[in-house]
């Protein structure tokens, strides 16, 4: 399967084909600032490969300022016969507000933001679930579990060699087996958050 390139990248390459000019007033609208917040916040590390931030989102904000007028108008239609200056405001209002939505979502200026490692860490079996393995997988070769553990299965999974799993579901603590290998732990964990991230952006 052809990797999909990230959408923050997509929109950075297509923003400077269009040109990183500034308009003529020379300042940064609401979506040029909403956007540039919501990128510093979100994707620190793509925000940083911007070489121009302040044009960037000051030309990226002019764009959607455009996209959000011309939809507006089409969104609100004519003015309505007998309408009413307070049902008039409100129509133009709802139509803005959509217009707002949806050129928000279709500019690609505000992609969800990328999962940190903090959150899969958070999120994802790690330690606790591998010695709780191990425990499993030591009852299961002493024939006192009924399971259907696999060595191969479980290398695959945490990225560890099967020899140290095998090391760690016959020592007589997992858990202290686990505390006198930081650094295969540390790989294991930097490798399945790399493969978590790859997968990520595959999705996407």
């Known amino acids: 399967m052809r990797r ?11 923003m400077m084909v269009v040109g990183m000019r500034l308009g003529e007033s020379g300042r940064m609208n ?12 979100h994707l620190p590390a793509a925000y940083r490969q911007i070489p121009d931030p302040e044009a960037f989102f000051t030309r990226a904000g002019e ?8 939809l507006s108008t089409r969104l609100a239609g004519p003015d ?12 133009l209002t709802r139509a803005k507000t959509e217009a707002e939505q949806i050129v928000r979502t279709d500019s690609g200026m505000f992609p969800e933001p990328e999962p940190t490692r903090q959150e899969w860490e958070q999120t994802s079996p790690q330690e606790d679930a ?25 290398a695959k999974e945490w990225i560890l060699p099967g020899g140290f799993l095998a090391q760690m579901a016959t020592s007589s603590s997992p858990w202290e087996f686990w505390k006198t290998h930081p650094r295969q732990w540390e ?7 790399e493969r978590h991230l790859n997968q990520y952006r595959t999705d996407r």
Request: negative net charge; glycine residues 6%.
């Open 4 to 14: 999909m390139q990230p959408l923050w990248q997509i929109v950075i390459a297509t």
């Open 30 to 41: 609401t979506y040029g600032r909403q956007a540039m917040a919501h990128w510093r916040r």
């Open 63 to 70: 764009e959607m300022q455009t996209q959000v007028t011309e």
């Open 80 to 91: 309505l016969p007998g309408e009413g200056y307070l049902e008039k405001v409100a129509r």
């Open 130 to 154: 591998l010695i709780d393995w191990a425990w499993q997988m030591q009852a299961q070769l002493e024939g006192l579990a009924d399971t259907q553990l696999s060595l191969e299965q479980a």
């Open 187 to 193: 790989t294991s964990v930097q490798a399945r958050w």
